[in-house]
């Protein structure tokens, strides 16, 4: 076992003891574990940072097999590691799995080299392992990052494409298509710059509200009234979607585009048969009547969002009220549908419900 506090050399010590202190001092203050053994792959030295990876003290280790610290499925390692010893080579840097006392397994890089006699003979091998748990642990999570990236990549490519068909077969020029499409991209955007900023984690509902409305003024004649709730990426595409909807009504027909009377948004959760609903309404009052022509949002694209896609997506139903000077559009969801995790697939269910025509 190496000296776990190294004495400093006096002015007789030979420079040959001199260089084994320091190499002494070296190993023992290394956070690699550092370990020999014998050809027989019996432990001869263990270092303190090996007691920290491993949890053996240097009193279990020694005069023990390398072998213990190897999962069964490995051990023919150590077997292909000592031929290469005897042969003298320098087995380079390799990641594999190792054992804790405790039986858990630690994710670690091994450098493995011989060691020689004074007479060049080669006697046994020092191992250097290094702790890679939080790296592999850090590549797993980005290999799961960009599979779901990759998932909701190609299922915001399906709702681009509903959106370029439903626009186009209710838009009355090209320049309409063009500015309708160009706006409704723009407010997938908006909830997915909510989303990246999070981590993918999700957005409060008053901060995708703030977002989406945001983009067309008069935010003083919105007020939202509601408790905290973090919604999942999928409510948040979604919901940004309706935003967006009613808010384009609002500015053509309402009060963001004629500065009179006032949006509420208002939200609650409450218990019905032994679930958690969230009920979200969006009521505008205008002040005064408001012709809606024939070619408005009410009865073309905005309706499948706010009728059928947005209440599909979140396995709840959603009901529009309008009269001459207002629109009331409610949605009631499960709030599991809400606020936990759901697979990125379920865009794709709704691009297909955004491309159904109403009945």
Request: with cysteine; hydrophobic share 40%.
């Amino acid at each position: 076992m190496f000296p776990q506090t190294p004495v400093p050399p006096s002015n007789n010590i030979s420079a040959d003891d001199h260089t084994a202190y320091l190499l002494a001092a070296i190993v023992d203050s290394s956070f690699d574990a550092i370990i020999s053994k014998n050809l027989d792959s019996i432990i001869q030295t263990w270092n303190a940072a090996a007691e920290r990876m491993f949890g053996y003290t240097a009193e279990e280790a020694v005069g023990k097999s390398v072998v213990m610290l190897i999962p069964h499925h490995l051990q023919n390692e150590e077997a292909e590691i000592i031929a290469r010893i005897r042969r003298g080579e320098r087995v380079e840097s390799f990641e594999t799995v190792r054992l804790r006392k405790d039986g858990t397994r630690i994710d670690v890089s091994l450098t493995i080299s011989p060691i020689r006699h004074a007479d060049g003979s080669i006697v046994g091998a020092s191992k250097i392992a290094r702790d890679i748990t939080q790296t592999k642990e850090a590549e797993r999570r980005i290999r799961l990052l960009l599979q779901e990236v990759n998932h909701r990549v190609k299922n915001q490519y399906a709702v681009i494409l509903s959106i370029i068909r439903e626009t186009s077969n209710r838009s009355q020029s090209p320049q309409h298509f063009e500015q309708q499409l160009r706006d409704r991209i723009l407010a997938l955007a908006r909830s997915q710059d909510l989303l990246v900023n999070s981590g993918w984690s999700g957005a409060s509902l008053a901060e995708l509200i703030e977002q989406q409305l945001g983009a067309f003024g008069n935010e003083h004649k919105v007020v939202t009234l509601g408790p905290p709730v973090t919604l999942n990426s999928n409510a948040v595409q979604h919901l940004g979607m309706a935003m967006h909807e009613l808010g384009t009504n609002s500015v053509k027909y309402g009060v963001l585009g004629r500065g009179q009377g006032q949006i509420v948004i208002e939200w609650k959760i409450f218990p019905s048969d032994g679930e958690d609903f969230v009920e979200l309404c969006w009521s505008e009052m205008t002040g005064s009547a408001v012709a809606v022509p024939d070619d408005s949002p009410r009865r073309g694209f905005g309706s499948v969002v706010l009728e059928r896609a947005v209440p599909f997506s979140l396995r709840g139903e959603a009901f529009i009220d309008r009269g001459a000077d207002y629109i009331r559009w409610t949605l009631k969801a499960p709030l599991t549908e809400m606020v936990s995790q759901r697979p990125s697939e379920a865009l794709a269910s709704v691009a297909k419900n955004l491309g159904a025509r109403e009945a």
